[in-house]
């Protein structure tokens, strides 16, 4: 009955409901967690989206908003109940080019936006690494960054405004289009909600100008731990680059051996990726700053992107370092802890006893100017010695990282993959606001469902009509009650 309604509002076409139709959408970009939806529905347009939710409402059951499913917590996964895609939702609404601002539906993708106002000389600042498929949509959820957030900010540095449905039905503003307005900052509570907090149908976002000058240096060190050191010597010396980008030497040969090479040197232990953007005379200066600290900071050469093409090649490579692991076993497992910037050579000292310890390689690629670790391990789920191995390191990685000062994610968001950190890094009474707040936004706990919050936390699973744990399904296994299971299920 629930298919046949939602068919009669978005089209037969957009709603699937076999098993082997919803396979696609059992996992995100972490392949490491799998649950099966009960049914997927894929409104087209902005009516038939607050049709959709108000259904769900009048029954009572639970969904997942879900975008293009490129995040990495396992934040966008459905267990037995309904997700409600929005990648159709794809219009530039609005661009008003004078002020500096589109409005777009959360179906756009990220690159697509950019290609769109750059003919007018502006930009969308924020660039996750997923530019290419991800969403404007996703990206509020997750309050996306990317290598330009050091400069830039993330998400919510450029959101303005936002249209959104409440997953009671009922719609919203939140936000100004031309400032702040007074009262609550509902607009900052919204993003970075991961899906908890209803949908975003509609959203404003700020666009920059293109900067009038642009520089990308590559450094490459023969040791980890100069590289470290010299990421806080360039912050210290009061330049703020708009990218300051970390690799090590295995990811820099996974990144060289597969298409998306790009020049990176081979025999380095760690490289930097260093853009500086602003004003001709500034960047120049800047530039030949940052070179000098980075060869007094023992770095063998400091090279310099010729020009547009040079520095499109370097950056894919970073980009795509991610995709380029997918070369070394079938499945991958990242984190994103952020830890004091300082603490750098430490942690990633500890990063790789760690991976001694254990016997797995682990492929540091991270954003270095914010501290913002991704420590990578390619593994084979179908191992379950290699599979529990990999699992211990991660853990002891994210202990040392919040032991460091730090905390557990900088922008993939806490979704499944790290409930079990929480309470490491939040007093119970943060953790009880937290659910006090999602209850003003969804006071039935119908949107996204068991993320984010710990269950025992925010008893906002249990009974809920129409979710498996209602209907006496089991309980998560003690592998999925634990932090970081790099498990196939």
């Not at 404003?204 to 060190?221: E, M, N, Y």
């Not at 030497?249 to 090479?261: C, H």
């Not at 232990?269 to 500034?282: C, F, K, Q, R, V």
């Not at 500890?350 to 991704?374: P, Q, R, W």
């Amino acid at each position: 009955m629930v298919a046949e309604r939602l068919a009669e509002i978005v089209g037969p076409a957009h709603v699937l409901s076999r098993q082997s139709e919803l396979l696609v959408y059992n996992s995100d970009g972490l392949p490491g967690y799998r649950r099966q939806p009960r049914l997927a529905v894929f409104p087209g347009t902005r009516d038939e989206a607050i049709a959709v939710v108000r259904f769900l409402a009048a029954e009572r059951l639970p969904f997942v908003p879900r975008g293009a499913g490129t995040g990495l917590s396992g934040g966008a996964l459905a267990d037995d109940i309904v997700v409600v895609g929005l990648h159709r939702l794809k219009k530039i609404i609005s661009l008003d080019v004078e002020n500096r601002r589109a409005t777009v539906e959360p179906g756009v993708v990220n690159l697509r936006l950019n290609k769109h106002v750059a003919p007018h000389g502006l930009l969308y600042a924020p660039d996750p690494s997923s530019e290419a498929a991800c969403t404007i949509g996703g990206n509020v959820a997750e309050n996306a960054g990317g290598p330009h957030c050091l400069k830039y900010g993330v998400t919510l540095n450029h959101v303005l405004a936002m249209t959104v449905v409440l997953p009671s039905g009922e719609i919203v503003e939140l936000g100004s289009k031309v400032g702040e307005r007074d009262g609550y900052d509902l607009r900052g509570a919204f993003i970075g909600s991961e899906g908890c907090f209803g949908l975003a149908l509609e959203i404003t976002v700020k666009l920059t100008p293109k900067p009038q000058a642009v520089r990308t240096l590559l450094a490459d060190f023969t040791s980890v731990d100069k590289a470290a050191h010299v990421t806080s010597a360039i912050i210290a010396s009061g330049i703020v680059p708009a990218a300051l980008e970390f690799m090590d030497g295995a990811t820099i040969r996974v990144v060289e051996d597969s298409i998306y090479a790009a020049g990176y040197p081979r025999d380095a232990e760690a490289i930097l990726l260093i853009e500086l953007d602003g004003l001709e005379a500034g960047v120049v200066a800047d530039q030949e700053t940052v070179r000098r600290i980075c060869l007094d900071g023992g770095a063998r050469q400091v090279r310099v992107a010729r020009d547009d093409a040079e520095r499109m090649k370097l950056w894919q490579g970073r980009k795509k370092a991610f995709g380029a692991m997918g070369r070394l076993a079938p499945h991958l497992i990242v984190q994103d802890a952020v830890i004091p910037r300082t603490k750098l050579p430490e942690i990633l000292a500890t990063i790789h006893a760690v991976s001694e310890k254990y016997s797995v390689m682990v492929c540091n690629v991270f954003h270095a100017g914010d501290g913002n670790l991704h420590p990578n391990i390619a593994y084979s789920a179908d191992d379950p010695a290699e599979s529990e191995r990999v699992h211990k390191a991660m853990v002891e990685i994210m202990q040392a990282c919040i032991a460091a000062g730090g905390s557990i994610t900088g922008e993939h968001g806490v979704g499944l993959d790290k409930l079990g950190y929480m309470e490491s890094i939040f007093s119970e009474t943060s953790l009880n606001a937290m659910c006090e707040l999602r209850g003003v936004f969804d006071p039935e706990r119908r949107s996204n469902p068991g993320k984010v919050v710990p269950v025992h936390a925010c008893k906002e699973w249990h009974g809920i009509p129409g979710s498996a744990k209602s209907r006496g399904a089991r309980e998560a296994s003690p592998l999925e009650a634990e932090p970081s299971r790099p498990i196939a299920r």
